[in-house]
């Protein structure tokens, strides 16, 4: 049995080492940032890191899951390490930090559009709620969606009509 | 991948019909994923070349989550449902059972399915069985985009000269086979009084019913009235066949492989 303290500290110390690993596919933005840890428990036993993919069908998952293991291994705080899959709560582009939205913003990426609020929508209603993006070159908004889906399953290809740049975006989802 | 979630008490009724409901949901995912990437490499042009295969791989990832919940619910293996079937035991609707034709007909095929999909995945997000209801929420996110990618296509080729016409005959030709995503399942009643599938199927095909005659029949002029058979689940032809022969063939070709 160890003090709450204690629990605590070890806690923060996985969560700052989650800080610091990498998105498989956009490594600038940590697994931490994208909002994809769900939640840390510790105990004597084992670290329990629960994860949440972007996308169900997102092929990066298995390799995050292998970098966590590995990485939360090292730290030496219990014997076991344990990285759960789960959509419990769903991963939505809301979980985005405001650091991890510069972080994308950085690498290239316009983030994702703050998801509407309110009860959803229809059907063929959400036909309508066209995701908007900025440049994230030259902060122009005068940008139109080419392609909804792009080089992986969570970016969406935009074109700036200011500065001529294509981009992508990180959907909104 | 683990599967999350407390395992819920089910008595066997309830463990079969859910397996059933289960096993259809994912082999109609499973199905038209397959059909999708057909077009990787040769769709009309490469924005649509990077959606059809990006679809496809959101559709496959549904089917393997799904085929993941049956597997722990019948203590399977997810990559032996997947590919360890004879075409006869798939259990996909009737309309996922054509070849991939023209584009028309693929834009035909997907809007009905996308709708039909769309009006089953807003009811199952309400499921007292939760680990569905958490997945099917989710994947309800993805799926509007795939819903809106359809919903352009179908209006784009509605104002085309020639595309019209190859778009209103292979609505009409699908329309019948597109109820048959509502098909009954063995144990539903089970399902619905247990609060596992929230609305009847019966009330579902409906819905969707009265949601897309007003998209499509502008396209199509009058659809006949069609309701799903009790077969409809179980109707497999040569088309599949293929199909089935293409995606199983490294499995069969080294048991037990993994890539």
Known sequence: ???????????????????RIPDPEIPGISVVDLGVI????????????????????????????????????????????QVVVTMDPPWTSDRITAAGRERLRLSGFAPPAPLPAGPALGML??????????????????????????PTLCRAIYHCADCRQPFEQFKRV | MTAAGEPQPLDDATRHALAELLLALADDEFVIGFWDSEWTGIAP???????????????????????????TLTDDDPDRIAYGRE?????????????????????????????????RLASLATSSYEPLALLAGKMRR?????????????????????????????????????????????????????????TPLRALHADWQRQVRP???????????????????????????????????VARQEAGATW
């Not at chain 1, 004597?44 to 899951?65: N, S, W, Y």
């Not at chain 1, 066209?130 to 030259?138: E, V």
């Not at chain 2, 798939?90 to 999909?117: I, N, P, Q």
């Not at chain 2, 399942?185 to 599938?197: H, N, P, T």
């Open chain 2, 215 to 249: 998209v499509l029949e502008p396209i199509t002029g009058p659809l006949p009235d069609a309701a799903p058979t009790l077969d409809g689940r179980e109707r497999h032809g040569d088309d599949f066949r293929w199909l089935h022969g293409e995606f199983t063939m």
């Open chain 1, 125 to 150: 209603d959400e036909l309508a709620v066209l995701p908007i993006a900025a440049c994230p070159y030259c902060g122009s908004g005068n940008t139109t969606m080419e392609n909804p889906f792009g």
């Open chain 1, 1 to 19: 049995m160890v003090s709450a303290a204690a629990s605590e500290l070890r806690e923060r110390r996985v969560w700052d080492e989650l800080a």
């Open chain 2, 87 to 119: 075409p006869d035991g798939y259990r996909h609707a009737a309309l996922l059972d054509h070849a991939r034709g023209d584009w028309a007909f693929s834009v035909a095929r997907r809007h009905l399915y996308e709708t039909a999909d769309a009006v």
């Open chain 2, 142 to 198: 993805e799926e509007t985009y795939h819903l809106l990618h359809a919903d352009a296509w179908l209006q784009r080729l509605a104002g085309a000269p020639d595309a019209s016409g190859r778009l209103a005959d292979a609505l009409r030709s699908l329309w019948p086979d597109a109820q048959e995503v509502f098909a009954p399942l063995a144990g539903e009643e089970v399902l619905d009084r247990a609060g596992i599938l929230p």
């Open chain 1, 38 to 81: 769900g939640s840390v428990a510790v105990d004597d036993d084992r670290v329990r890191v629960e994860l949440l993919p972007t996308f169900v069908g997102c092929p990066a998952i298995g390799v995050m899951q292998e970098q966590i293991t590995e990485r939360i291994g090292s730290l030496g705080i219990a014997p076991e390490v």
């Open chain 2, 45 to 71: 042009m490469l924005e649509e070349d990077v959606a059809t295969s990006s679809i496809a791989q959101d559709e496959i990832g549904h089917a393997r989550a799904l085929y993941e919940l049956l597997a």
